[in-house]
Every structure is written in structure tokens, then in C-alpha cells.
């Protein structure tokens, strides 16, 4: 028998999105006929209802009854991946995306959602999430106020109404990134210099960033507020993501 996870994606017509087992209704009903092979799942979704086909009679049976059972089995545990999507997300608002759409997009920890609607959000159904470790950002040299977000899969150009934004929307990637790829080596080493254990600039706890032209550390949002001045300025480089980097004389001056 095949595995059910949590999340089942659903193809529909021209947009692809996840649908929580804990937004699915235990009424999950065939609708098999002489050459269909379909069921429907009804949901919270604003009592959206989605139908799967099946090739095979057989199969259509069996992921209805497997999708009952995944679902009674959510219902009864106190577990749930509704709260993670639903907790307070580091990043979020609408950004638009290169096919002039704009999506709801969040970013919690170091996963990145996009949804439909801010309806779509509230009731956890996103069009796509991506785990930010195996993604990477940077700028579109060719056209200004664009991001370009790449997967292993391609990549989403991003565009955003202001230079701000941009800045805004790039730090908090980053640090998703920095998130699932932590590597705390560069960050013990700076840290044992206790002044470092605060930002430079507005005296926050923990900072994970830092200026390489300064030799400063900074927090995330004086780290934002930096990269809106010249390069030649001040550099802003992750203390846990850009590694490689932080060379000993670098940590040195930090």
C-alpha cells in the first residue's frame, strides 16, 4: 500500500497547492462510473471540494479508503501541521512574481510559503513551500528590483515595488537560508569576544551578522538597514551561512 503524508498535492487546472489532511472533512466519497475513476475530498477551504481521478478502479478505492484513515487518525492525534503553518511567520506580506501575480508569501524558520490569497494563508493551504537549505538569492543584474530565487528545480524571479523591499525581502531569505544551513564555527569564534554578543548598532542580543568593511557585528535589522548603503560602505555577510569568508584575519578584526 502506498505512504500518505500529511500533505497530499493537489493538481487542479492551472495551479498546484497543498492541502493539509487537517483541513479535509472524514466524508470522503467515490465516484466511480463505467470508464471515471474519481472521489472527492470535501474541506474547510470555504467548503471547497477537490476531486481526484485514479486510472484504475482499484487505485481510486484505495486512496479513498487510505485518505479516511489518514484523516481519522489526524482527528484523533494532538498533533498537528496546522500550527506550525499558521505560527507567526519571521516575513510576510504579497510580492509579485515574474508572471505579474502577486502571491502571499511566508517566511517561517527556514521555510518559504506562497499562497493564493491571505485567505489561502489563514487557512494553511499554500501553492508551494520551499525549504530555503536548498535554495539560494540573489539580485537580477539584467533588470532592477528583481530577486531571483533559485531550487534545484529553477528558479522564481521576484519583484518588488521598492529598493527597500528588495533589501527587506533578500534579508529575510538569507537568514531562511542561514536557518537550514547553520553553521555556528565562524559565530563561537567572533562570539568570544564578549562585545560581540551585541549588536554594534542598536545593542541587540545575538547578533548573527556582520559588516566586513567595519568590522562590526549587527543584528538582522540593522543588517537590513546596511544594505541599503553602498557596498564600498559596509558589507554584509551572515556569520553562520558565509562561511568561507571569515577568514582568521577577518575574525580577527571582528
Request: hydrophobic share 40%; with cysteine.
Amino acid at each position: 500500500m502506498k505512504d500518505v503524508q500529511d500533505d497530499i498535492k493537489v493538481s487542479e487546472i492551472i495551479s498546484y497547492c497543498f492541502l493539509s489532511i487537517s483541513l479535509m472533512h472524514e466524508d470522503v466519497q467515490d465516484d466511480i462510473k463505467a470508464d471515471s475513476f474519481k472521489f472527492k475530498v470535501y474541506t474547510t477551504l470555504k467548503d471547497r471540494v477537490f476531486v481526484f481521478s485514479a486510472e484504475k478502479r482499484d487505485d481510486c478505492t484505495m486512496w479513498a479508503q487510505v485518505l479516511m484513515v489518514a484523516i481519522m487518525e489526524h482527528k484523533n492525534s494532538n498533533q498537528s501541521d496546522q500550527a506550525e503553518l499558521t505560527s507567526r511567520p519571521d516575513k510576510e506580506g504579497f510580492v509579485r512574481f515574474a508572471n505579474l501575480k502577486e502571491y502571499y508569501v511566508t517566511i517561517t524558520g527556514q521555510m518559504l510559503r506562497y499562497y493564493q490569497s491571505l485567505d489561502d494563508y489563514q487557512e494553511g493551504s499554500p501553492v508551494h513551500e520551499i525549504d530555503m537549505k536548498l535554495a539560494s538569492v540573489k539580485a537580477n543584474e539584467s533588470k532592477k528590483l528583481r530577486l531571483q530565487l533559485w531550487v534545484h528545480y529553477g528558479h522564481f524571479d521576484l519583484i518588488f515595488p521598492s529598493e527597500q523591499e528588495l533589501q527587506q525581502w533578500r534579508l529575510a531569505m538569507e537568514i531562511a537560508i542561514a536557518e537550514g544551513l547553520a553553521d555556528d564555527t565562524v559565530l563561537t569564534k567572533v562570539y568570544e569576544n564578549i562585545s560581540n554578543q551585541y549588536c554594534a548598532d542598536c545593542g541587540a542580543a545575538n547578533p548573527h551578522w556582520a559588516s566586513i568593511n567595519l568590522g562590526i557585528v549587527v543584528c538582522k535589522n540593522c543588517a537590513g538597514i546596511h544594505r541599503m548603503f553602498d557596498f564600498r560602505i559596509t558589507r554584509i555577510k551572515s556569520l553562520r551561512m558565509d562561511t568561507r569568508i571569515w577568514t582568521p584575519s577577518l575574525i580577527e578584526v571582528s
